[in-house]
């Protein structure tokens, strides 16, 4: 499974300023009809459209692969923390 997730990032990644500006290419004409009719704000069609393609890919494109080791600075999984029991809420004031 990892390896699958591995390669697919991989695949997105080596095109992905190609996919981004034939996203953002795609775009440009239905977001100019959208800012003449007037549901979207007028601005630079291009731009926009690279925006949108860019937080789209942001949102499909999967995360980077889980690693035995925890980052720089986080604690590890043998670290143990101890948390405190809260008192019930009450929902009077």
């Known amino acids: 499974m990892i390896a699958d997730i591995e390669g697919l990032g991989r695949l ?7 996919s981004l500006t034939r996203s953002a290419k795609a775009s440009v004409p239905r977001l100019a009809r959208a800012m003449e009719a007037g549901y979207a704000r007028e601005q630079n069609a291009s731009a926009l459209g690279h925006r949108i ?24 999984s043998s670290t143990t923390v101890t948390l405190r029991e809260s008192e019930p809420c009450s929902a009077e004031p």
């Open 12 to 18: 997105a990644t080596r095109r992905l300023e190609d």
């Open 53 to 76: 393609a860019r937080i789209i890919f942001t949102c499909i494109l999967p995360p980077p692969p889980v690693t035995d080791s925890p980052p720089t600075g986080m604690p590890s």
